[in-house]
Nanobody
Framework: QVQLIESGGGLVQAGGSLRLSCTAS????????MSWFRQAPGKEREFVAS????????NYTDSVKGRFTISRDTSKKTVFLEMNRLRPEDTGVYYCAVSYGSQPGILGYDYWGRGTQVTVSS
């Protein structure tokens, strides 16, 4: 069982910045990828960004490109999400997730964090 501990959420005004972090308890096995998802009230959980563990290739959903940056510290099994120029529509619970395989989509992830709330006021 892998535990993912997220931190860094909070309340920020539009245009502001936040940095999320997520650390995995499994320090012995490499993941295929670590990713961030978010879920706004009344909406489905959606992909935000991912980073391949080996090589660090990154992928973003279109709405955050140029504003969010995902990075990782492989020695600490930690992934970060730097969020700049935040908008009210970025509000939601942000979840960290890891997978050992490459299956696409939400079902392709093996473990999830409990989430951290991000609220952007207008």
């Amino acid at each position: 069982q892998v535990q993912l501990i997220e931190s860094g959420g909070g309340l920020v005004q539009a245009g502001g910045s936040l940095r999320l972090s997520c650390t995995a308890s499994d320090q012995t096995k490499n993941f295929y990828r670590m990713s961030w998802f978010r879920q706004a009230p009344g909406k489905e959980r959606e992909f935000v960004a991912s980073s391949l563990w080996i090589g660090g290739i990154r992928n973003y959903t279109d709405s955050v490109k140029g504003r969010f940056t995902i990075s990782r510290d492989t020695s600490k099994k930690t992934v970060f999400l730097e969020m700049n120029r935040l908008r009210p529509e970025d509000t939601g619970v942000y979840y960290c997730a890891v997978s050992y395989g490459s299956q696409p989509g939400i079902l392709g992830y093996d473990y999830w964090g409990r989430g951290t709330q991000v609220t952007v006021s207008s």
